[in-house]
């Protein structure tokens, strides 16, 4: 019974490495992870949009961001429920990413004569894209929840804080780069993800295609929106 029950236990966690090692694995938890992420984006677009109702409209949603899931969950276990998920998701695409990036140098180490063209401007900066991501989430992070960057943060206050940030160039500067960036991932990755997961064919490329350029454009123009506002003195 003993040995039967370790030799299951070594052939599962086998499967599971040997599905890790694979392209295809690595693609997988890639897609997989991606619409995590995705998700999140359409929900935090969502919410940020509340701040066109007014100061008591966007700092009641932050409030109830601290303590969703009340009072079955005790206060903020929703939210760190919500980020440890998010960050798996955000630690296994950036992996999974690395990864693969480097077994397709390693499968070609002498570059091509004549570099190939590829499909699109998406495709061409999905690494460059990933790492200005990449960086822009810790600086978010700095900026609007540990507040160490904004220098005119008031603990407390979410609303005024994302008026403090994008009342400052650099700030609107990073936030907007950023968010073209996204766009370009989420246009490209998208497609991505729906091929590796076996939705795309014949039949699906044209309404595939339209939904990653919607997605990618929607997020784009709602999150930028933001920032927009405040510059332009639609929200003060």
């Known amino acids: 019974m003993a040995l039967a029950t370790r030799t299951r236990t070594r052939t599962g966690g086998s499967a599971v490495s040997t599905l890790w090692d694979s392209t295809i694995g690595k693609k997988t938890v890639m897609a997989v992870s991606g619409l995590i992420m995705l998700g999140y984006l359409v929900v935090h677009m969502l919410g940020n949009l509340k701040i066109f109702f007014g100061p008591g409209d966007f700092n009641d949603y932050a409030h109830w961001l601290r303590h969703m ?7 903020h276990w929703g939210l760190w429920a919500a980020r440890v998920v998010l960050l798996a998701a955000v630690v296994a695409h950036a992996v999974s990413a690395y990864q693969l990036s480097r077994r397709d140098i ?3 180490p002498v570059k091509y ?3 190939r063209r590829r499909a699109s401007y998406a495709t061409r900066t999905m690494r460059w894209g990933g790492i200005i991501l990449a960086l822009f989430i810790v600086w978010h992070v700095l900026d609007l929840t540990t507040l160490t960057v904004n220098e005119r943060a008031w603990a407390g206050h979410p609303y005024e804080n994302v008026l403090a940030t994008f009342s400052t160039w650099y700030g609107n500067t990073i936030y907007i780069v950023a968010m073209a960036a996204l766009g370009l991932h989420v246009r490209h990755g998208f497609w991505s993800a729906a091929q590796t997961l076996g939705a795309g064919n014949a039949r699906r490329d044209r309404t595939l295609k339209f939904l990653a350029n919607a997605l990618a454009l929607v997020l784009f123009a709602g999150f930028v ?3 927009v506002a405040v510059m332009t003195g639609v929200v003060n």
């Open 69 to 75: 899931g009340e009072p079955f969950l005790h206060s």
């Open 106 to 108: 390693k499968a070609r």
């Open 113 to 115: 004569a004549h570099k």
């Open 225 to 227: 929106s933001v920032p």
